[in-house]
């Protein structure tokens, strides 16, 4: 045994990706509606941003956060404008550490209430975060965390106190089903938190950039996050998590109080600025895509495998019948039909296509959905 059993991995070996396009080492090719789990959302290897890497290759690798760097602040330009500064990590789970540690010391409270289903990283604050008990393996957990129910404002309501710092969640709980925040949930939300001085933390590592049809799903919302955290498709599949605080809570990561080696390397800045500006001239085309993306999944509602078809935008849940099992669908997907798709929750085929897809692969996509699917049938 030469790696750790901590991922199932299917008996595949990809050797080349471009675009909406997997390759293994037998010249197979497969289409992607995984985008690596949430990473190419422009598309594997983007031209723009492999030019972009072989110049940055052949400048600067790493640079210390010790001098200052105007790629980082190029990137924290794109992505909060001068509303939000931005702290540069390398994943999405160190993102959510930071945003969890700056409102605490920002507020001067502990607590932070989140979400039972939410999912939220597997380092040891954002595990404690994340509200399932499967992720907690019945450790002792990091302290300081409520967990309310998703879409129920009441049970939030009950568990406010006077220590409380933030509110965190995912506006589609994406590994815990594709659970969708419904709009006056949000709302309401937003205003309890107003009320009671707590700070909102949208965790957007994997609706972000793009995913849910705008850059950043909380647009759709109406709301205005103190902190929001990114990373998954930031660098078009180059390791990289931010966080991005409101200008007046910022001061809170004054010298010293927070730090990383790696952070905002140039290399995976570079890789941001191109993957940012290439999503610039997407997301004109995306609420389109949408439409015809969901047009083409109606295919599926009428499977007496499907029990219900949910997300926001190009980040979509199948949720099976609960006698036909995923992991089985996606491997069947994947050897029989080439075609890349995920899971996650409770028995629900995930879909994360990369957003370049075009309207026949969609097509294409779906119909080799149906075809598995449709060999699945209730007594
Ligand atoms: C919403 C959300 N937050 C955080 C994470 C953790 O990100 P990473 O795996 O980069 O640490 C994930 C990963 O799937 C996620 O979906």
Not at 97 to 113: N, P, Q, W
Not at 267 to 288: C, F, G, K, N, Y
Not at 299 to 317: E, H, N, Y
């Amino acid at each position: 045994m030469t790696l750790l059993q901590n991922y199932h991995r299917l008996p595949v070996q990809f050797v080349k990706a471009q675009n909406t396009i997997w390759e293994d080492d037998h010249q197979q090719q497969y289409l992607d509606l995984s985008s690596g789990i949430g990473v190419y959302n422009i598309g594997a290897r983007h031209p723009e941003v492999e030019a972009a890497l072989i110049d940055q290759a052949q400048q600067l690798w790493h640079l210390p956060n010790l001098y200052d760097n105007a790629l980082q602040e190029k990137v924290a330009e794109q992505l909060g404008g001068q509303n939000y500064a931005a702290y540069f990590a390398n994943s999405g789970a160190e993102a959510n550490e930071a945003a969890i540690k700056l409102a605490r010391i920002a507020t001067k409270k502990a607590t932070i209430i989140t979400f039972k289903n939410s999912f939220h990283g597997r380092t040891y604050a954002a595990m404690a975060a994340t509200g399932q008990d499967t992720i907690h393996h019945g450790m002792p957990m990091a302290a300081g965390f409520k967990y309310a129910t998703f879409n129920d404002i009441q049970s939030v309501e009950a568990i406010i106190d006077d220590n409380v710092a933030a509110i965190m969640f995912e506006l589609v709980q994406g590994e815990g089903g594709v659970i969708p925040a419904d709009q006056t949930f949000i709302k309401d939300l937003a205003q309890l938190a107003h009320q009671h001085h707590i700070l909102l933390i949208i965790d957007e590592v994997q609706t972000g950039i793009g995913r849910t049809g705008t850059k950043f799903a909380y647009e759709q919302y109406a709301i205005e996050p103190d902190i929001i955290t990114s990373a998954k498709s930031l660098a078009n599949g180059l390791p990289v998590g931010a966080m991005l605080a409101k200008n007046n809570i910022a001061d809170a990561f004054s010298y010293g109080v927070h730090g990383s080696t790696f952070g905002g390397n140039p290399l995976v800045m570079r890789s941001a600025i191109a993957t940012l500006s290439v999503l610039d001239t997407l997301l004109p085309e995306l609420p389109d895509k949408v439409k015809q993306m969901w047009s083409h999944l109606k295919l599926l509602q009428s499977l007496d495998s499907v029990i219900d078809i949910r997300g926001l935008g190009m980040i979509i849940g199948i949720a099976l019948h609960p006698d036909v099992p995923v992991a089985e669908v996606v491997e069947k997907l994947l050897f029989e039909e080439h075609v890349i798709t995920l899971s996650a929750g409770q028995n629900t085929l995930r879909l994360l296509p990369p957003l370049t897809l075009t309207p026949a692969e969609m097509k294409t996509g779906i119909e080799k959905i149906h075809h598995i699917l449709q060999q699945y049938k209730n007594d």
